[in-house]
Nanobody, 126 residues
């Protein structure tokens, strides 16, 4: 099982980045997917969720209206489009997957996820 996150980097305030997370080794389409981040010196926090079948999405309060999560089951990939980036978005971003029995089940607690990527660093300069 592997989740490979990519697309992080250094960007100025107000800029945009698109993160990708490519999965292999498990049945991607039957999994719900989440993005989490861990700012320096802080705990891991929920960023975005997309359900199995792309029926439901959820976002953390601090990223609503700026970030968009999507998935392409044909490519076994989940994306996080980030716009209007702020210095407080600086963190290591992780993708995660959890087998889901339902198209509408929502998972925002990192403890609920089975599979994790290695993380990609996003740094937003002021």
């Amino acid at each position: 099982v592997q989740l490979q996150a990519s697309g992080g980097g250094l960007v100025q305030t107000g800029g945009s980045l698109r993160l990708s997370c490519a999965a292999s080794g498990f049945r991607f389409s039957t999994n719900a997917l989440g993005w989490f981040r861990q700012p320096p010196g802080k705990e891991r926090e929920f960023v975005a969720f997309i359900s199995r079948g792309d029926v439901v999405t959820r976002y953390g309060d601090s990223v609503k209206g700026r970030f968009t999560v999507s998935r392409d089951d044909a490519k076994n990939t989940v994306y996080l489009e980030m716009t209007s980036l702020k210095p407080e978005d600086t963190a290591v971003y992780y993708c995660a997957a959890k087998p889901s029995p339902s198209l509408r089940a929502v998972f925002v607690d990192p403890g609920e996820y089975y599979y994790w990527g290695q993380g990609t660093q996003v740094t937003v300069s002021s």
